[in-house]
């Protein structure tokens, strides 16, 4: 024979294994936490020790767990509330506010309005056996054990196991570990068991837990409701502090998860339970002073909650924004002014509420003379109306002037928890367990077969032999008579559907559960989270919005940079680079704009990179086109003086034709140069490059002329010299049109080849764009380049040659220092050209245009034109014939 017998002191004793002819006896003891799991197993490990006991008796051992309340019924409905904190003697004092008598009692007005409806098992009464599990869970087990089997003082082997079970189904337990305890016990034997305030999401394991089920939602919902409402809020900044059993823990670990896939950062996660030591109670304490998260998710236990507020008023952490679960938001007991200084403007999910019609009614006419012998309501009694009754009193309270309770009192102007019915959350859920049950047995019994339509129910031996009820269960679906609908999915949950509840003072400095929001999980995704944030009053009776973040969101502009060793939340904000933007609050990356684009200086957005060239409108531009003029206007000017003493010697003596032709290309090299001002286009490319090219060559060859006809002239005055028939002005003209149209061959086959064309150059800035010309061809420009640059070294070697004619007739000199000039500025051009920047380098091209242009006008012009204008005496063919004799 086996027996378990389970104590009140939160231990397990095991005793009294027989055999035929021995006495085998093991004990073992449990200490509170434990695994409920491990109860299970320890029975289950045992069990082989009651098979061997075939053929012998069993004898009930131990004291008799008797029911709080109780009623005779042709089915007995059994159930187990934690209507105590603590275990001990059972003859306890009453020290718990009421609410949970109300779930008690609402549990009996269930059942009797069942017996009354003619419509819901008819002909068939249903009786309850309630019990007080003290919130242990050793007792919880023992309660269930007790529902299991039918009292008898001895069990024989062969038939105990053949009777039927004393109950059909068990409304089980407010808490998480207690109903797994309940639930473990009863699944093997396909008892269902109902739990109105048990949410832990374990319980949905299908494998582990089959027989339960529960009309309140599971923290699987709850959790992910919470994580959507700390992100809708802002919040990614928290801490979390969770009760240390399968409730809190459980839910925690599901908020953690959900939470991390919202963004959202844990600070902390901290255990806590009300039997933890005072050292222990401190050091979360001052974990949560230290923190630097201003909001904190609260996953306790009413019973926890209510031992964590006593050091948090202590210390006075009044500036923390609480987000609950359903176990505390709407406690009563909770919600004193004391703890609003903590608690107020707190927000969490609660079970809906609901209106129970007659309810009221017939908790105000419980009355102990009603139910004879009953401790529970002796104890509610005495308490609420501070007396004792006559069979309870004592000499020493008649000695201390007790009063005797007169038998007349009532509840009608009692306002407790209690009689308070404007707040049936935990009580309406344990309506429709009750409901369910009683449905779930109404559709067995009037189930048919299909072969001779016998009742199913008859079929097994009740409950015993079948999981009818089980099946029926499942498959339950009704609405209560106020209209709600209630049903179980897969896994025994109803549908979950939340209220947010805000902690709020009313004018009286009382504190109302407020709601301004809910959160319905059946609603398609998007539509399951509605709220009201205007209603919301925040810690501090403030409206504004309390932040908890660990940085600062990053604005347009910026992008995150983790900080080593800390949570994603916690970040720097880094400027973007230029070049790249970002246009999202926190931002991973900054994003680089296209080619074409800039950053601005904001860095939120990319905008069209700035052309530069160079253009007439700034002062650089206006300025070399002034000069450009300017020298225009001074070639016009000595092309004027020449033409009005063209027939003095000094004009004639040199060939006025090449003077003239070379004065009217230096008036076009002034002019090219403008060509190089202004927006690039693929015309003005292929004009400022071909007309640099020919006006500059036509340039050179009319100075090479001149240097040839000196040359050749001062030969000529030798005796016999033919020469200068050779190198008159035809042929002077002809000099000049061929070495011209070399270079206009080259500019002709350019741009037939490669022409230049307009350009955007991006690599000289990363910000701008350098509108240029192309030159297209790389070989026919340096052709052009070459080709200028051999005539000018030409022309300044013979230049060279001829500057030791005589004084008054040697043009070469001034014509050396020319191309010196011109030379120098070219040579110059290229190392300056090749570093410029930009459009500098069209800048470079045009000093360098204008440079040798003035510098062929002033040398070669402006000492004739000082001697004619000033020196008119000097302007004679004898002055200048007069030193070569």
């Given at each position: 024979m086996l027996l378990i017998t389970l104590f009140d002191d939160n231990k397990i004793?095991?005793?009294?294994?027989?055999?035929?002819?021995?006495?085998?006896?093991?004990q073992i003891t449990l200490s509170y936490p434990y695994s409920c799991s491990m109860l299970f197993c320890v029975a289950v490990l045992l069990m082989p020790f009651s098979i061997k006991a075939e053929g012998h008796n069993c004898n009930m051992q131990g004291a008799e767990l008797v029911p709080q309340l109780s009623k005779d019924g042709d089915i007995i409905i059994g159930a187990i509330f934690s209507l105590h904190r603590k275990t001990g003697n059972r003859d306890l004092s009453y020290k718990s506010k009421p609410e949970p008598l109300q779930n008690l009692i609402t549990t009996i007005y269930a059942i009797e309005e069942i017996n009354n409806n003619t419509e819901l098992l008819p002909n068939i009464s249903i009786g309850y056996k309630i019990y007080d599990s003290c919130a242990s869970v050793p007792v919880s087990m023992r309660a269930v054990m007790t529902l299991m089997n039918e009292?008898?003082?001895e069990l024989s082997y062969n038939d105990s196991c053949k009777k039927p079970f004393f109950v059909p189904a068990i409304i089980a337990e407010s808490g998480s570990s207690p109903t797994m305890?309940?639930?473990?016990?009863?699944?093997?034997f396909q008892i269902p068991v109902v739990s109105h305030f048990a949410t832990c999401a374990c319980l949905s394991n299908r494998h582990e837990f089959p027989t339960f089920f529960r009309t309140i939602p599971s923290d699987f919902y709850q959790s992910r409701a919470l994580a959507q409402l700390v992100k809708h809020f802002g919040w990614t900044w928290v801490g979390a502090i969770r009760s240390d059993n399968d409730y809190g823990n459980s839910g925690m670990a599901t908020f953690v998860q959900a939470a991390?896939?919202?963004?959202?950062?844990?600070?902390?996660?901290?255990?806590?339970?009300?039997?933890?030591?005072k050292e222990n109670i401190l050091r979360i304490i001052n974990i949560i002073k230290m923190s630097t998260s201003k909001v904190i998710v609260a996953f306790l236990a009413q019973s926890d909650m209510s031992v964590l507020l006593q050091d948090l008023i202590k210390e006075n952490l009044t500036d923390i924004q609480w987000v609950g679960s359903e176990a505390w938001v709407t406690d009563t007991n909770i919600a004193t002014k004391e703890n609003c200084r903590i608690l107020g403007g707190a927000l969490g999910f609660a079970i809906r509420k609901s209106w129970i019609p007659g309810l009221k009614e017939f908790l105000l006419k419980i009355h102990p003379s009603a139910i004879t012998g009953n401790a529970l309501l002796k104890e509610f009694w005495e308490t609420t109306f501070s007396c004792y009754l006559n069979d309870n009193i004592t000499a020493d309270m008649k000695s201390a002037g007790m009063r005797a309770c007169s038998g007349t009192e009532n509840l009608n102007g009692i306002n407790n928890l209690y009689t308070?019915?404007?707040?049936?959350r935990i009580s309406n859920n344990v309506y429709k367990a009750v409901n369910a049950i009683a449905h779930a047995l109404h559709n067995m019994f009037t189930c048919t077969t299909r072969e001779n339509h016998e009742s199913c129910a008859k079929k097994c031996t009740f409950f015993s032999e079948c999981s009818l009820l089980l099946h029926f269960m499942k498959m339950v679906k009704f609405r209560t008579k106020y209209g709600e609908e209630v049903y179980f999915d897969e896994n025994g949950d109803p549908a979950a559907i939340y209220e947010l509840i805000n902690w709020q003072l009313n004018a009286k400095g009382e504190n109302e559960f407020v709601t301004v929001g809910y959160y319905d999980a059946t609603a398609i995704s998007g539509q399951n989270?509605?709220?009201?944030?205007?209603?919301?009053?925040?810690?501090?009776?403030k409206r504004e919005l309390h932040k908890s973040i660990c940085s600062e969101s990053c604005i347009f502009g910026t992008r995150r940079a983790m900080r080593k060793g800390k949570p994603v939340c916690c970040f720097d904000c880094i400027p973007c680079a230029e070049g790249e933007m970002s246009n999202a609050t926190d931002s991973s990356d900054c994003i680089k704009c296209p080619m074409e684009y800039w950053s601005n200086a904001k860095k939120d957005k990319c905008i069209f990179k700035e052309t530069e060239h160079l253009s007439f409108e700034e002062i650089l531009g206006i300025l070399l086109t002034a000069v450009s003029l300017m020298g225009v206007c001074i070639t016009l000017v000595t092309a004027f003086i020449f033409f009005l003493y063209k027939h003095t010697p000094i004009v004639k003596a040199n060939n006025s034709e090449l003077s003239f032709l070379l004065l009217f290309s230096l008036t076009?090299?002034?002019?090219?140069?403008?060509?190089?001002?202004?927006?690039?286009?693929?015309?003005?490319?292929?004009?400022?490059?071909?007309?640099f090219g020919i006006t500059f060559v036509l340039c050179i060859s009319c100075?090479?002329?001149?240097?040839?006809?000196?040359?050749?002239?001062?030969?000529?005055?030798?005796?016999?010299?033919?020469?200068?028939?050779?190198?008159?002005?035809?042929?002077?003209?002809?000099?000049?049109?061929?070495?011209?149209?070399?270079?206009?061959?080259?500019?002709?086959?350019?741009?037939?080849?490669?022409?230049?064309?307009?350009?955007?150059?991006f690599s000289y800035y990363r910000d701008k764009i350098i509108l240029e010309c192309n030159v297209g061809s790389q070989t026919a420009f340096y052709a052009v380049l070459g080709y200028i640059g051999l005539l000018s070294s030409l022309c300044f070697i013979l230049a060279f040659k001829a500057r030791t004619l005589p004084d008054n007739f040697n043009e070469a000199k001034f014509i050396t220092f020319s191309m010196l000039i011109f030379c120098a500025v070219w040579i110059t051009f290229i190392p300056v050209y090749i570093s410029s920047p930009g459009k500098y380098i069209v800048v470079v091209e045009i000093f360098a245009i204008l440079a040798s242009s003035f510098g062929l006008l002033f040398c070669i012009f402006t000492p004739k034109c000082y001697i004619i204008l000033f020196k008119p005496h000097r302007n004679t063919k004898k002055y200048l014939m007069g030193k070569t004799c």
């Amino acid at each position: 024979m086996l027996l378990i017998t389970l104590f009140d002191d939160n231990k397990i004793s095991l005793v009294h294994i027989k055999a035929a002819h021995s006495k085998l006896i093991i004990q073992i003891t449990l200490s509170y936490p434990y695994s409920c799991s491990m109860l299970f197993c320890v029975a289950v490990l045992l069990m082989p020790f009651s098979i061997k006991a075939e053929g012998h008796n069993c004898n009930m051992q131990g004291a008799e767990l008797v029911p709080q309340l109780s009623k005779d019924g042709d089915i007995i409905i059994g159930a187990i509330f934690s209507l105590h904190r603590k275990t001990g003697n059972r003859d306890l004092s009453y020290k718990s506010k009421p609410e949970p008598l109300q779930n008690l009692i609402t549990t009996i007005y269930a059942i009797e309005e069942i017996n009354n409806n003619t419509e819901l098992l008819p002909n068939i009464s249903i009786g309850y056996k309630i019990y007080d599990s003290c919130a242990s869970v050793p007792v919880s087990m023992r309660a269930v054990m007790t529902l299991m089997n039918e009292k008898q003082n001895e069990l024989s082997y062969n038939d105990s196991c053949k009777k039927p079970f004393f109950v059909p189904a068990i409304i089980a337990e407010s808490g998480s570990s207690p109903t797994m305890a309940i639930a473990k016990t009863a699944g093997p034997f396909q008892i269902p068991v109902v739990s109105h305030f048990a949410t832990c999401a374990c319980l949905s394991n299908r494998h582990e837990f089959p027989t339960f089920f529960r009309t309140i939602p599971s923290d699987f919902y709850q959790s992910r409701a919470l994580a959507q409402l700390v992100k809708h809020f802002g919040w990614t900044w928290v801490g979390a502090i969770r009760s240390d059993n399968d409730y809190g823990n459980s839910g925690m670990a599901t908020f953690v998860q959900a939470a991390q896939q919202e963004g959202i950062c844990i600070e902390y996660s901290e255990p806590f339970f009300r039997t933890y030591t005072k050292e222990n109670i401190l050091r979360i304490i001052n974990i949560i002073k230290m923190s630097t998260s201003k909001v904190i998710v609260a996953f306790l236990a009413q019973s926890d909650m209510s031992v964590l507020l006593q050091d948090l008023i202590k210390e006075n952490l009044t500036d923390i924004q609480w987000v609950g679960s359903e176990a505390w938001v709407t406690d009563t007991n909770i919600a004193t002014k004391e703890n609003c200084r903590i608690l107020g403007g707190a927000l969490g999910f609660a079970i809906r509420k609901s209106w129970i019609p007659g309810l009221k009614e017939f908790l105000l006419k419980i009355h102990p003379s009603a139910i004879t012998g009953n401790a529970l309501l002796k104890e509610f009694w005495e308490t609420t109306f501070s007396c004792y009754l006559n069979d309870n009193i004592t000499a020493d309270m008649k000695s201390a002037g007790m009063r005797a309770c007169s038998g007349t009192e009532n509840l009608n102007g009692i306002n407790n928890l209690y009689t308070d019915v404007t707040e049936l959350r935990i009580s309406n859920n344990v309506y429709k367990a009750v409901n369910a049950i009683a449905h779930a047995l109404h559709n067995m019994f009037t189930c048919t077969t299909r072969e001779n339509h016998e009742s199913c129910a008859k079929k097994c031996t009740f409950f015993s032999e079948c999981s009818l009820l089980l099946h029926f269960m499942k498959m339950v679906k009704f609405r209560t008579k106020y209209g709600e609908e209630v049903y179980f999915d897969e896994n025994g949950d109803p549908a979950a559907i939340y209220e947010l509840i805000n902690w709020q003072l009313n004018a009286k400095g009382e504190n109302e559960f407020v709601t301004v929001g809910y959160y319905d999980a059946t609603a398609i995704s998007g539509q399951n989270f509605l709220i009201n944030n205007t209603k919301i009053i925040w810690i501090g009776g403030k409206r504004e919005l309390h932040k908890s973040i660990c940085s600062e969101s990053c604005i347009f502009g910026t992008r995150r940079a983790m900080r080593k060793g800390k949570p994603v939340c916690c970040f720097d904000c880094i400027p973007c680079a230029e070049g790249e933007m970002s246009n999202a609050t926190d931002s991973s990356d900054c994003i680089k704009c296209p080619m074409e684009y800039w950053s601005n200086a904001k860095k939120d957005k990319c905008i069209f990179k700035e052309t530069e060239h160079l253009s007439f409108e700034e002062i650089l531009g206006i300025l070399l086109t002034a000069v450009s003029l300017m020298g225009v206007c001074i070639t016009l000017v000595t092309a004027f003086i020449f033409f009005l003493y063209k027939h003095t010697p000094i004009v004639k003596a040199n060939n006025s034709e090449l003077s003239f032709l070379l004065l009217f290309s230096l008036t076009l090299c002034f002019l090219c140069s403008v060509t190089f001002i202004g927006r690039p286009s693929d015309w003005s490319c292929m004009l400022r490059h071909t007309a640099f090219g020919i006006t500059f060559v036509l340039c050179i060859s009319c100075v090479l002329g001149k240097t040839i006809v000196v040359l050749m002239a001062f030969r000529a005055t030798q005796p016999g010299s033919s020469v200068m028939k050779w190198f008159g002005a035809s042929q002077q003209r002809l000099c000049v049109f061929v070495i011209t149209s070399l270079q206009s061959l080259i500019c002709f086959l350019w741009l037939l080849i490669a022409p230049p064309s307009a350009d955007r150059n991006f690599s000289y800035y990363r910000d701008k764009i350098i509108l240029e010309c192309n030159v297209g061809s790389q070989t026919a420009f340096y052709a052009v380049l070459g080709y200028i640059g051999l005539l000018s070294s030409l022309c300044f070697i013979l230049a060279f040659k001829a500057r030791t004619l005589p004084d008054n007739f040697n043009e070469a000199k001034f014509i050396t220092f020319s191309m010196l000039i011109f030379c120098a500025v070219w040579i110059t051009f290229i190392p300056v050209y090749i570093s410029s920047p930009g459009k500098y380098i069209v800048v470079v091209e045009i000093f360098a245009i204008l440079a040798s242009s003035f510098g062929l006008l002033f040398c070669i012009f402006t000492p004739k034109c000082y001697i004619i204008l000033f020196k008119p005496h000097r302007n004679t063919k004898k002055y200048l014939m007069g030193k070569t004799c």
